[in-house]
């Protein structure tokens, strides 16, 4: 039997969990009252639906360096399938 196998299938694993917990976790307003604000992030004509824009925020969040974020705004104008968004991100 082969040995590295099980050694290969928990490095990714562990690998995958660590990123997970990498990753910028999103916070509504009273959880976000005793973190530290860094600033806003802000995505524009994402296509898809509100969760595929929350994602980008999120990604964003992440690039810089943030712990968490708050969504303050998103705006689906007319009938386009073309999201905005805003959040503020926090430490």
Do not use: C
Request: hydrophobic share 40%; charged share 15%.
């Amino acid at each position: 039997m082969n040995m590295k196998l099980p050694t290969l299938i928990a490095a990714a694993f562990v690998a995958a969990t660590s990123f997970s917990a990498l990753a910028a976790t999103q916070v509504n307003q009273d959880q976000s009252q005793n973190l530290q604000e860094m600033g806003t992030v802000s995505v524009s004509g994402v296509k898809g639906s509100l969760d595929d824009a929350t994602r980008h925020l999120a990604q964003k969040a992440d690039e810089m360096g943030a712990s968490h974020y708050r969504i303050i705004g998103a705006d689906n104008p007319g009938d386009s399938s073309l999201w905005s968004g805003t959040a503020e991100i926090y430490r």
